[in-house]
């Protein structure tokens, strides 16, 4: 993607990509990068985040002002299929002791999604930095 200053974001083929498109490569990078940060971006997991793209792009399309809401809802998303196939992700960093718990995703709709401990009662990280609070550990 290049970005040219008088008319916004292109792609390779020169052609203009729009604002709900951005939107969704952000969302997908953020959610990319907190599972590679605990090593859980197996092939059949990142096909979890392109499906959950695929729905949100629709979802959008019918709502635009929930726009600033993607990220967190393909977060979400991915968190859900991921429970339903192999258990909760990403555990929680911050509590040491007593079962292991994963994070949620706050505001469950908004703009500046973050993983949260409601135990603690923590912000952990935002959503795409995950990697920072864990130190890249395995969150699985």
Do not use: F, I
């Not at 991921?82 to 908004?110: I, T």
């Amino acid at each position: 993607m290049v970005k040219l200053a008088h008319n916004g974001c292109m792609d390779s083929s020169g052609l203009p990509v729009s604002t709900l498109e951005q939107a969704l490569h952000t969302a997908r990078a953020l959610v990319l990068a907190d599972l590679a940060s605990g090593e859980v971006a197996a092939a059949d997991v990142v096909s979890m985040v392109e499906e959950s793209v695929v729905q949100r792009r629709w979802w959008v399309e019918q709502w635009p002002d929930g726009m600033a809401y993607v990220a967190g809802l393909v977060a979400q998303d991915v968190q859900d299929a991921l429970l339903e196939r192999y258990g909760r992700w990403p555990l929680c960093p911050v509590c040491g002791s007593g079962d292991p718990h994963a994070l949620d995703v706050e505001p469950e709709l908004g703009p500046d999604p973050h993983w949260v401990c409601h135990k603690a009662g923590v912000k952990v990280a935002a959503v795409g930095a995950l990697g920072s609070a864990t130190g890249g550990a395995r969150s699985s």
